[in-house]
């Protein structure tokens, strides 16, 4: 069932230690919306 899927996004510092992981379950999915302006530094 689709209701207990969970999306696991990770992030990982560059030449760095830290870590940050963020779950998103399906519920949060069904309501979220674009996000229309992000400013990222991406290198």
């Known amino acids: ?3 207990d899927k ?3 996004i990770e ?8 870590q940050q992981v ?3 379950e399906n519920a949060d999915l069904v309501h ?3 996000i ?3 400013h990222l530094k991406i290198n």
Not at 11 to 18: A, D, L, M, S
Request: charged share 30%; aromatic share 4%.
């Open 11 to 18: 992030i990982f510092e560059k030449n760095g230690g830290r």
């Open 36 to 38: 229309r302006d992000m």
């Open 1 to 3: 069932m689709t209701d």
């Open 22 to 24: 963020l779950q998103v």
């Open 6 to 8: 969970v999306l696991i």
């Open 32 to 34: 979220a919306r674009p």
